[in-house]
């Protein structure tokens, strides 16, 4: 079974520390909160950012044997150190006090051997009903898979002020909870499991092509997103089919990473790829999700989504890739989940079925949303179309405005290259 966390090879020692400090933040913020209960949510913060902080500063001139370890005992250390000095300010629940039960709880709680589990249940317990599901999403996203206002408020193509106020919401619900629920009865996992399977979708993309000034693949991150969805398919009370359809969508899609960078770090287009690298493993993993995803008798977003995945995953090239049905599956996707991203990429789509002029006209229709203003490959979407319908002039000012809003490195170089190739 190929490992999706080794896909791709433009990885540093500092990206390898980020993703590590994700994880455990968000190991965690799950295993402290549902011992201390959501009241405590701020006392977890602080013993996880504090356990970071020390792990940062200790680090500094070489990692330690079992740097997993070393947070797990520097978080259990903090949080009986917060708890016994401040103990009247702290409500814990009633089996815990500060005495020697206190130590041995934390130490049951923070056990790796339930890491994932323990996550997913999380992300169930914390979609409280009284909060929208867009609150849901980032909660989980914050809490529970370590990202960054700002990575979430560019994942929903919103500005950070947004994500901040659904944050202080959302924090403020569930520290007015006297405990999280354990999320077993099957109507509320039906109810609860469009949001967290929508986090998941967003903790993948920002893996696959995010956010991150210095690490535009963070194949860690999309790895994270694979183990947390198949934990959902094993679990009982899960729409299995639709958790499936998602699994299919994250490993084929996954399978590409080793080819979306070149030796420099810069982006491959999906035309310049080099197929032969694509993970045929993680393409095998993915189509037997997708068989099991079609049991079903519905057809939702994430089998339309996965199936336009499927479709580029088997095709030996971008000539020989079943463009119509593609389309059509944009078509059809844009009727259960309108959104720019997916109006974009069908464009992209229907430039190669009907030619560039059928995909700019698309595009420019596009051009008025707000949320698309400061996404650098909407403006380079334009610019391609341009470029291969003969008209570099036009091109050229749209690569350049791509290139004022890039976010990293990768982005940047790609963006320079294509400027570099127009025809004066």
């Known amino acids: 079974m190929a490992d999706p966390d080794r896909a791709g090879d433009a990885r540093d020692g500092t990206g390898l520390v980020e993703d590590l400090f994700r994880r455990e933040s968000a190991h965690l913020v799950a295993s402290l909160t549902r011992l201390f209960g959501p009241s405590n949510l701020a006392l977890v913060e ?82 409280d009903e009284g909060l929208s599901q867009e609150t849901h999403v980032t909660l989980i996203l914050r809490l529970l ?21 659904r944050l202080h919401r959302g924090r403020l619900r569930l520290a007015q909870r006297g405990g999280l629920p354990d999320v077993t009865d099957a109507r509320q996992v039906r109810d609860r499991e469009p949001s967290v399977l929508q986090a998941l979708y967003l903790l993948f993309s920002e893996g696959y092509h995010g956010s991150n000034a210095e690490h535009p693949l ?16 094993e679990q009982s009370g899960t729409d299995h089919v639709e958790a499936h359809a998602l699994a299919a969508l994250f490993c084929l899609d996954a399978a590409r990473l080793p080819a979306r960078l070149d030796d420099e770090g810069v982006f491959v287009p999906l035309a310049e790829q080099d197929r032969a690298r694509w993970d045929r493993s993680l393409i095998d993993r993915g189509l037997v999700h997708l068989a099991a995803a079609a049991t079903g008798e519905r057809v939702g977003r994430w ?19 079943d463009w119509s049905r593609i389309v059509d599956w944009y078509d059809r996707l844009l009727l259960v989940a309108p959104g720019p991203i997916v109006a974009l990429n069908r464009a992209l789509a229907l430039a190669e079925l009907r030619g560039p002029d059928a995909g700019r006209e698309a595009l420019v229709a596009l051009a008025h949303d ?55």
Not at 70 to 80: D, E, F, T, V, Y
Not at 306 to 317: F, K, L, V, Y
């Open 46 to 127: 602080d013993v996880v950012q504090d356990a970071l902080l020390a792990a940062m500063q200790a680090w500094q001139f070489g990692l330690p044997r079992d740097p997993k370890a070393w947070i797990l005992q520097a978080a259990k250390n903090r949080a009986i150190d917060i708890v016994r000095r401040d103990r009247r300010l702290v409500s814990l629940p009633p089996e815990l006090d500060a005495g020697s039960n206190l130590a041995g709880a934390i130490d049951s709680a923070l056990s790796p051997a339930d890491d994932g589990a323990n996550q997913v249940a999380m992300m169930f317990s914390i979609c």
């Open 303 to 321: 089998h339309l989504e996965a199936g336009i995945a499927c479709e580029h995953a088997i095709a030996p090239s971008v000539e020989a890739t």
């Open 218 to 233: 963070r194949p860690a991150m999309c790895a994270d997103a694979i183990r947390l969805v198949e934990l959902m398919v």
């Open 370 to 424: 707000e949320r698309l203003s400061n996404y650098p490959f909407f403006w380079a979407a334009l610019a391609d179309v341009e470029r291969r319908a003969g008209r570099p002039a036009d091109a050229r000012p749209l690569y350049q405005r791509a290139l004022a809003v890039s976010r990293n490195g990768a982005e940047r170089e790609s963006f320079k290259r294509r400027l570099a190739e127009l025809p004066a």
């Open 145 to 165: 898979c370590g990202l960054g206002p700002r990575e979430i408020a560019r994942a929903f193509l919103l500005d950070t002020q947004t994500i901040d106020r």
